[in-house]
């Protein structure tokens, strides 16, 4: 098991943004999160890295505890992640935008980063040189880049949150063999998304949660045909025969 969340709850004044939820991914496993706006998706991905500590519960990584440490301390154990809105330094290159992720991430990876920042631009594709400005890239390309700067640390768990927002069905296809690609070789990945076509052939299981509070967690079939998922998030379109 590489990752357990235990028990967390995250509360924001009187706000349960979590609620004594519970989850567990194995090695080699891509588990989605679903769920409405609100539902506490982002929350737990916060919590996970670093960004939020749990109100109460904890988290381990690689049966260690990580629940309390900060961000760039998750990073540093080996988890990287992905934003819902991109956040790149826009004064800087691509490959510089790279390079700090290579430079500053995993201690275990620290030789040769200017390689390992090339090597993460070339393994996703991406299409422009490494000397563009960051400030001139489309929704696609800062996507890629986003998933460049957090495979440049050499993650073994990647967290995703909604990297498929704003993209086309080309784009979509291309980044759903991407997805498969990362997986493929050895990195464990968390995705939290709103696009159900992508994230029912995507994941091994699904998390769903519902103002907080986890209410199934299966198969993507398994899911489907869950009539309490179905009413309070897929609707009825999506249960299967």
């Known amino acids: ?3 357990q969340v235990e028990n967390v709850s995250r509360k924001f004044g009187g706000l349960v943004a979590l609620d004594q ?4 991914v194995e090695e080699g496993e891509i588990v989605g999160i679903i769920g409405p706006n609100g539902a506490g ?10 960004v939020h500590k749990p109100t109460s519960g904890a988290i381990y990584f690689e049966e260690k505890k990580i629940s309390g440490l900060s961000p760039d301390q998750v990073c540093r154990m080996g988890i990287g992640r992905t934003f819902q809105i991109s ?56 996507r890629r880049l986003d998933l460049a700067r957090a495979l440049a640390s050499q993650p073994r768990l990647l967290l995703m949150d909604e990297t498929a927002a704003g993209l ?29 076509r992508l994230i029912m052939k995507l994941c091994d299981r699904i998390m769903v949660l519902h103002y907080g509070v ?11 045909n869950n009539e309490k998922v179905a009413e309070a998030y897929l609707g009825e379109q999506y249960l299967l025969a």
């Open 214 to 224: 986890k209410i199934a967690v299966g198969p993507p079939v398994e899911i489907a």
């Open 1 to 3: 098991m590489i990752l």
């Open 41 to 50: 998706k982002s929350t737990l991905l916060n919590c996970i890295a670093g």
């Open 168 to 196: 086309t069905p080309n784009e979509l296809t291309d980044l759903q063999e991407l997805i498969y690609k990362i997986r493929n070789q050895g990195t464990t990945i968390l995705i939290v998304e709103h696009l159900m």
């Open 87 to 142: 956040r790149p330094f826009p004064k800087m290159t691509i490959l510089e935008n790279v390079l700090v992720a290579a430079e500053f991430g995993n201690p275990a990876h620290s030789d040769k980063p200017e390689a390992r920042a090339k090597d993460s631009l070339e393994f996703v594709g991406f299409p422009l040189s490494p000397d563009t400005p960051t400030a001139s890239l489309n929704t696609a390309q800062l």
């Open 21 to 24: 939820v519970n989850l567990h």
